[in-house]
Structures are given as C-alpha cells and as structure tokens.
C-alpha cells in the first residue's frame, strides 16, 4: 500500500473499523455442521474450493494482519476523492451527492473499484469470507461502504442533541439524571459494533453499561477478538 497522506487518516481508519467488524463477524462465525451425504469419491470444485482448517483466522495476530492488509489495498484502490471526503465538503457538491447515493449496491461497489487487486478477491475466498455463488466480493463490500460513506457524510450532532436524549431518558423513568453522567469508553470499533447489535432505545434501556453490554454472548465474542488486534494501539 501507497503511504497515506496525512488529510486521509481519519478516512482510512473509519474504513478500516468498518470492515474490520464486517470480517470479524464472518471469520469468528461458528462453522455449519456438515450434511450427511452419500458416500462418493468424485471430488467436487464447491468441495475442493472450500477452506480447511489451515485457511482459518482463529488466531487474533493472524486476523489483525488479515484486517490491516484488506483494508488497505481496498481504501488504496477507492476515488481519491472519497479519501478525504467530510460532510461539509459533500453537504455543498450535489454531484458528489448524486455520484455516491446510499445505500450501494454491489453494482456500485463494482464501479467504485473497478481496479481492486484480484488478490484481495482470493484472499476473502480462501478464508471463506465470501463465495462467488452466494456473495461475492461486491456484495460483501457494499455495506461496508455505504456504512464508511453514511459517518463521513453525516452531519455531526448538534450539542442540543444529547441533551434532549438525556431530558427523555429521564422523562421515560428509565434513569436517574445523576446517573447519565456515567460514560463507557469505546474504541470506534467496538462503537460501531454495539449500535449495529442494539438500537438507541434498546441500548438507553437494557444495555446502559459495559457490564450489561458483556453479558451478550455476540459482544463478548467480538471484544475478544477486537481487543487483541494490534492496530488498535497504534
């Protein structure tokens, strides 16, 4: 990968959160139990294709490579444009606004990255990610990018903004002002998983804590694997 220039980190580390909790979702996936079949011997391409225990990415150190080298050759080979973009540079340009209606498709994604090296294709193939007779590469990636081209779009919150959530949260009996003062510190990736795992609601309501967050078994998997990768220091 191309060095980054410095008005494309915040971009490029959005992109990289995104995608990496779409493949730790894929990669951290229970295997499905294998159908019994008849016996054969003929060695079928679905069957040949399908990766072994050796192509796997239980490993956090293998999975947090995996994750850096994905998401580097894809941000490298997105429009320059869409390195830098902000909301107020997209707020004012219809064109950019027309250009990159969401959400995208995988034809979309497609003509996002016509360029894309085929050995990230591979890649994804080989460690099961995608496959080509039920998602391919595209489909895989389109939400990824609408949800990366949604918060760099997005208007940031108005500061009146919490404070009506508070005054509602309060008004509802579900807590104590004194209370809301209580912040959990999330990485964006972790961020970006829990809203993805609950609405605001559910969230204010049920899951108002890290303690209350970590006994689901879906967010304990993921800040297993989140909390070991390596770029998260960086």
């Not at 779409?22 to 060695?43: D, F, Y």
């Not at 995208?104 to 996002?112: E, M, N, R, W």
């Not at 995608?130 to 500061?159: N, W, Y």
């Amino acid at each position: 990968m191309a060095m980054l220039l410095e008005d494309q980190h915040k971009n490029y580390e959005l992109f990289r959160d995104f995608l990496s909790t779409a493949l730790i979702e894929k990669a951290t996936q229970p295997e499905p139990k294998a159908r019994r079949r008849a016996k054969s011997k003929k060695v079928t391409e679905s069957t040949a294709s399908r990766p072994t225990s050796e192509n796997s990415l239980k490993d956090a150190e293998d999975l947090a490579d995996f994750v850096e080298y994905i998401a580097a050759e894809t941000f490298e080979s997105l429009p320059g444009e869409l390195k830098t973009l902000d909301y107020y540079a997209y707020s004012k340009d219809g064109d950019l606004q027309d250009r990159y209606a969401l959400p995208f498709t995988g034809a979309d994604v497609g003509a996002l990255i016509p360029s894309l090296d085929p050995s990230i294709t591979e890649s994804l193939q080989t460690y099961g990610i995608t496959h080509e007779d039920r998602q391919g590469i595209d489909e895989f990636l389109a939400p990824v990018l609408t949800a990366f081209m949604a918060s760099i779009s997005k208007l940031p919150p108005a500061p009146s903004s919490t404070k009506k959530t508070v005054t509602a949260l309060v008004k509802r009996g579900w807590h104590r002002e004194e209370d809301l003062q209580n912040v959990a510190w999330l990485c964006g990736a972790c961020h970006r998983f829990v809203h993805h795992f609950a609405s605001h609601e559910e969230l204010a309501r049920y899951y108002y804590t890290v303690d209350l967050l970590l006994e689901q078994d879906e967010i304990v998997q993921f800040a297993k694997w989140v909390g070991r990768l390596r770029w998260k220091g960086r």
